[in-house]
DNA sequence: TTATTATGTCTACAATGTAGACAAAATGGA
DNA sequence: TCCATTTTGTCTACATTGTAGACATAATAA
């Protein structure tokens, strides 16, 4: 019964919601804009999601290369089943947290969306 | 600009939800509850806390023994003011990840309350 | 060709997470 | 009295996850 990390969280999360698009950059731009105002680097990125795959949490395969300045081939990232459990897993306890903190702290004051 | 880490933000939110009855034990069974059906282990909840005092999240006191069979004095948990800051920042960070998921990977099934 | 952009890999370390043995205080019952 | 039991806490050692940043490579424009 492994359970996400908390980057390991974020990085899924990230490819999810690329749908389809979830390379490198996108989805190191994608985690942080999803965990700001913290930063982080493509390194830490990278490392994650070769432990993903490592894991069968994630699977990946090599795309063309693309005709932009600079574009080459890049290493796309789909989610497996079990990563999607996982994620989906992990989002129950986040939301418990999230109550329970809510009720206690009182507003978080986020406005959803 | 520290974040917490996973078990730091589930141990953190079990002090909030005890409300002046958080200590070692109590902490712990509430760690249980809020991360369920994973696991937690004394040893994991105590190294926490002492990580969490140093920086300065939480504080700690010792209180008189009590008289039930075997009872003795325990030592109590309260969030301080920067990691009620922490906390609250983690949420928004948890609910973003959470919204996200629920939108991409569709109705997660817990009941909002 | 070389500078520049886009992309990915690697290494090494710091921080966090976890298990389980051990210790000690209190007290009820032999 | 003193020992077994309950409650509580400490400690050690290690595994996993998180992070920074240097380095490598491909493509192309100039």
Redesign the pocket.
Known sequence: M????????IVLTAILALEGNA???TIHAKVEELSRP???????V??????MED?GLISSWLSE????????????YRIEKFGEKALRDSARTAQRLVETIAQNLGGLAWKPR
């Open positions: 492994e359970s996400l990390g908390q980057f390991e969280q390379y490198g950059v913290k930063k982080a680097t493509r390194g830490a990278y490392a994650t999601l070769d432990r894991k290369p693309t005709k932009e300045r600079g574009g080459r081939s890049r290493r796309h």
